[in-house]
């Protein structure tokens, strides 16, 4: 009997990133990619997912600032983990805003061990 993958949504806007985290991430979890806040959004909606591995810039429109703020305030889905990933400097009181409402904060470049570490990490403590 083989057990149940856990599902992460990944909302990222570049390409080059999405590939390299579907890459370190699809021998071990069931991942959907997303590039943009409306479609991560509706998806969370309309999904179960175990986790969000969220990007904060994701170019035109929403950002991830609104995705996590939406997931924060919601009942259904407050308790969902997200790690922020990140290639910008984010100014400390900011950093430490996105801290306290998330799992945990990467900065890109991810590396793997760290990233698969975070995951199972903020998996375990949600259980």
């Known amino acids: 009997m083989t057990s149940k993958r ?4 990944v909302v990222e806007d570049n390409t ?3 590939l390299i985290i579907k890459v370190n991430l699809r ?4 991942v959907e990619i997303t ?3 409306d479609d991560a959004i509706s998806l969370i909606k ?25 997931i924060k ?12 990933i990140t290639a910008y400097d984010i100014k400390e009181d ?10 945990d904060y990467l900065e890109k470049p991810l590396d793997k061990k ?11 403590s949600a259980k």
């Open 94 to 103: 900011e950093k430490d805003l996105l801290m306290k409402l998330s799992c």
């Open 46 to 70: 309309n999904n179960s997912f175990d986790l969000v591995l969220l990007d904060i810039n994701l170019g035109n429109g929403k950002d991830g600032r609104d995705v996590l703020n939406m």
């Open 73 to 84: 305030k919601e009942p259904d889905y407050s308790i969902l983990p997200v790690i922020i």
């Open 16 to 18: 080059e990133t999405q």
């Open 6 to 9: 856990n599902k992460i949504l």
């Open 35 to 37: 590039n943009n806040a």
């Open 27 to 30: 021998d071990v979890y069931d």
């Open 114 to 124: 760290v990233l698969l570490n975070s995951i199972g990490s903020c998996l375990s």
